[in-house]
């Protein structure tokens, strides 16, 4: 995923350093280069649009999980107040299920705020 933000430099083609050439033959002898000002010589850069887009729906998804064990949650009162106890077990587990993948969004979101 870390790829999808990550761009190359286009004003370097990756490389971090410029070379220029200011004679008229362009002889390689008296080539010189310099690091590169857009990517300070790492040859890719953040793309922040791109991050921010991703940070959102990662936001997004956490506002879903909450949802999803506010509502499993629901379900284990009503099914312990009818004596399905068979059935909330079954929605416990499902309940645990959703509270490791809320810790994974959540730390997800965290390595994503990182990289800003």
């Known amino acids: 995923m870390k790829k999808q933000f990550i761009k190359e430099c286009s004003h370097c083609s990756g490389t971090g350093s410029?070379?220029?050439?200011?004679?008229?033959?362009?002889?390689?002898?008296?080539?010189?280069?310099?690091?590169?000002?857009?990517?300070?010589?790492?040859?890719?850069?953040?793309?922040?649009?791109?991050?921010?887009?991703?940070?959102?729906?990662?936001?997004?998804?956490?506002?879903?999980?909450?949802?999803?064990?506010?509502?499993?949650?629901?379900s284990i009162k009503d099914c312990t107040r009818g004596m399905l106890f068979e059935l909330a077990n079954k929605y416990r587990n499902k309940l645990d299920t959703q509270a490791r993948a809320l810790g994974r969004l959540e730390m997800y979101y965290a390595n994503l705020k990182s990289f800003l």
């Open 18 to 74: 410029i070379v220029e050439n200011n004679t008229c033959d362009q002889d390689p002898r008296f080539d010189y280069s310099y690091e590169c000002n857009q990517c300070e010589g790492e040859g890719t850069y953040i793309d922040e649009d791109e991050l921010e887009f991703i940070i959102d729906d990662v936001k997004d998804m956490i506002e879903g999980m909450i949802t999803r064990i506010r509502i499993t949650s629901d």
